[in-house]
């Protein structure tokens, strides 16, 4: 199988807190991106690091990337209730198809 | 500015009834479309993904196919549904990131949810 692997599976957090979840690979890739998902909405890209990248930022989120360990994990930085959502890395496999790994459901309450 | 339409947004068909799921896709021109099914709770399974018109590729087999009669409209369709068909479905297409100079990432619609009884 080309899955990955996310952890937690969920994870709840109170507001101003960080939230750090994890994913893992299993190909060798170019880049790795992580998407976020409302509720019953689709999915938007929120970063993308590439392979010879260790680490990048944007904003309140942090990704780090070890293509050792095939690994990766985003972190959310003084999170807000609008942070709620599910998250998901994904990666490219073979020409122009994208897997994605099972998600991480992030809970933040006031 | 480019955007993508996917209807209709929520459904429920009876178990052997057909199914049709529409996306289309406006201001770009020959992109890569993708079909996704999520079920509850789950990541995406990658269905069909299409690089031009009448070109459809097919990652797993099951009841149901895709067509894409012009370049900017993708259609997922069943000829006879089963309960096991229900679930998120996602159309996406390729585009290039504009932050990161080119690598690609995909744009998403909104999903349509089926529920098969």
């Known amino acids: 199988s080309q899955q990955g692997e996310e952890d937690p599976q969920a994870l709840s957090i109170q507001e101003g807190e960080n939230a750090t979840m994890n994913c893992s690979y299993k190909?060798?890739?170019?880049?790795l991106q992580w998407y976020r998902q409302n509720s019953g909405r689709g999915l938007v890209h929120l970063i993308l690091i590439r392979s010879n990248e260790r680490e990048k930022h944007s904003g309140r989120l942090r990704v780090t990337l070890d293509t050792s360990k095939k690994s990766s994990s985003l972190l959310i930085t003084a999170s807000r209730a609008a942070d709620t959502a599910s998250y998901f890395c994904?990666?490219?496999?073979?020409?122009?198809?994208?897997?994605f790994g099972a998600g991480t459901q992030v809970v933040v309450t006031p | 500015s480019q955007t993508i339409h996917q209807w209709p947004a929520t459904l429920v068909q009876p178990v052997g009834s057909p199914l049709s799921l529409e996306c289309t896709v406006e201001g770009t021109s020959n992109p890569n479309l993708y079909w996704y099914r999520q079920a509850a709770g789950r990541g995406l399974q990658l269905l069909f993904y299409s690089v031009g018109i009448g070109q459809i590729s097919s990652e797993v087999p099951q009841n149901l196919s895709a067509s894409r009669p012009q370049d900017r409209q993708f259609i997922l369709s069943s000829k006879k549904l089963l309960l096991s068909d229900s679930g998120f479905y996602l159309c996406?297409?390729?585009?290039?990131?504009?932050?990161?100079?080119?690598?690609?990432?995909?744009?998403f619609g909104a999903g349509s949810r089926l529920t098969v009884l």
């Open positions: 996406a297409w390729r585009e290039r990131d504009k932050k990161t100079s080119g690598a690609n990432v995909l744009t």
């Open positions: 190909t060798s890739i170019n880049n």
């Open positions: 994904a990666w490219a496999v073979g020409w122009g198809k994208f897997q």
